[in-house]
């Protein structure tokens, strides 16, 4: 049986499809500026890339759980 994927995670498929893009060119984005706090990352998704606030807030939570941050 498998399980419902939770969390900041649930939201990558709908991210991958309305951004067009594997949530791993969004780490790789997201490792430019890996020296910022939390919402300044999310701010920057927002606005040099036009993600929605939930979906950045998403990627930058597991970018950040991932890289022990």
């Known amino acids: ?3 419902k ?3 900041p995670a649930s939201y ?3 991210i991958e ?4 893009k ?3 060119y969004w780490f ?5 500026v890996s020296d910022k706090k939390h ?3 999310v701010d920057w998704l927002k606005t040099e890339h036009g993600i929605g606030h939930g979906h950045a807030n998403a990627l930058v939570a597991v970018f950040r759980q991932q890289n022990g941050m």
């Open 22 to 24: 594997p949530v791993s």
């Open 28 to 32: 790789d984005l997201l490792n430019a």
């Open 5 to 7: 994927v939770q969390g």
């Open 12 to 14: 990558f498929p709908s």
């Open 1 to 3: 049986m498998t399980e």
């Open 17 to 20: 499809k309305k951004y067009g």
């Open 39 to 41: 919402m300044e990352q």
